[in-house]
């Protein structure tokens, strides 16, 4: 099992942070486009819910489609909220949202738990494949958010 953290200072209040990031239609603007985001779930709510399922399709690798399907197992507006892969390209993902009131706006970290698939070479290679692509998301949403928002 391998873990990423991150957190990012945003300088809006904590409700339209909730607001922008419990709106699952927002996943794709903070998704780097080269991934092919899409989400495929019809009828999306304009809120997450626990027990809410969404699955998408993404191109991570040479362009080539996956589907994930996730479901919003916890959730306490505006607090935190908490995506776990049903089916997908991670042998495990459990990955938690939490948002705060700090001076001057809110902090957002998401803690992210996960395994790749394929055993003891999975595990090798996760270091140097998934981790880097994991910081290249992140830092990408890090980058659209203060674009959208400003920074702290």
């Known amino acids: 099992m391998r873990q990423f953290k991150t957190i990012q200072n945003l300088p809006i209040g904590i409700e ?39 699955a998408y399709k993404v191109r991570p690798i040479a362009g080539v489609p996956i589907t994930w399907v996730t479901e919003i197992t916890h959730l306490s507006e505006p607090d935190y909220f908490v995506d776990e892969q049903r089916f997908g390209p991670y042998a495990f993902w459990h990955h938690q949202h939490h948002l705060r009131p700090i001076d001057g706006g809110t902090a957002m970290e998401d803690l992210v738990h996960f395994k790749v698939p394929g055993g003891f070479l999975g595990d090798l290679l996760s270091p140097w494949l998934v981790l880097p692509k994991l910081r290249e998301i992140f830092d990408f949403r890090r980058r659209k958010l203060t674009e959208l928002f400003g920074c702290l």
């Open 16 to 54: 339209e942070a909730w607001s922008f990031l419990s709106d699952p239609r927002n996943l794709k603007t903070i998704t780097p486009p080269y991934m092919g985001f899409d989400i495929i779930t019809e009828s999306l709510p304009p809120r997450m819910y626990a027990g809410m399922i969404i």
